[in-house]
């Protein structure tokens, strides 16, 4: 799916969510006997639901990733915010790895969680990370990654590049990501979906014309734009359909 042109929608923060209460705050998610300082939010009642682990960008827990949180928790999602970045700008591989399958183990220890209805999430190096992780951790039933970087590993800290799993991939992929990146060239992008195609996974790419890396967030808010709000629904869609 190629959106060359997104057309202005009327969709403000409310109407992209249900509109459902909820109850956010700063949490410590416990990895390799460190507190990483994350976010969660979840909806007021107490009934089973879907949840989502979400990775920001290099950029660090910015204010517009609890904001979305908070909106996927007013959608419904149970949603975890994982601080990444709490000890290291550029930890290994192996240590994002454990951190979200101590975030999983987290949302197992709550009542309101459905783990068999679990997504990941990510932007910039966290869309790495969901590229890189979707394929290897089995608990995630599909993921969205926002403007990743399929192609980037090979070192020590980061031994294999996302392109490396793809054969491990089962769960669907939802990729969003704008034309005039520059960090993350579309054309590699491109050659990432083909790559997919010809192993025959369950994927869906979104493109938008004119839009550059990052443009979820403007100055670390939620950018008023219709790249970015079309972009969370499509999100949320597809968490919707994916997540049950």
């Known amino acids: 799916m190629l959106k060359h042109t997104v057309t202005a929608m009327a969709l403000t923060l409310s109407s992209l969510a ?24 979840a909806p007021a009642s107490a009934t089973v639901k879907p949840a989502v682990i979400l990775l920001h960008s290099f950029n660090g827990m910015e ?27 550029e930890p290994t ?8 399958e101590d975030g999983l183990k987290a949302l197992a220890a709550r009542n309101d969680v459905n783990m068999n209805a679990v997504g990941l999430t990510g932007f910039c190096a966290g869309g790495r990370y969901t590229m890189l992780l979707l394929p290897q951790i089995k608990e995630f039933k599909s993921g969205v990654a926002w ?3 399929p192609e980037q590993g090979g070192t020590a800290a980061k031994p294999q590049p996302p ?6 991939l089962s769960a669907p992929l939802l990729i969003l990501h704008g034309t005039r990146d520059q960090p993350s060239p579309v054309a590699g992008i491109y050659d990432y979906a083909k790559k997919l195609d ?22 670390g808010k939620i950018a008023d734009t219709s790249a970015s709000r079309d972009a969370r629904r499509e999100m949320l869609d597809y968490f919707r359909d994916t997540l049950k």
């Open 63 to 89: 204010q517009g990733y609890k904001d979305l949180v908070d909106e996927l928790a007013g959608a419904g999602f149970v949603t975890l915010a994982l601080g990444w970045q709490t000890f290291e700008k």
């Open 18 to 41: 249900l509109g459902q209460a909820v109850k956010g705050a700063d949490i410590d998610v416990t990895s390799g006997g460190k507190a990483y300082k994350s976010y969660l939010s």
């Open 163 to 168: 392109s490396a799993v793809i054969n491990q």
């Open 147 to 149: 403007y990743g970087f």
């Open 93 to 100: 591989d192996a240590t994002v790895k454990a951190l979200v």
């Open 198 to 219: 010809a192993a025959n996974k369950n994927f869906k790419l979104v493109v938008y014309q004119g839009e550059p890396h990052g443009f979820l967030l403007r100055e």
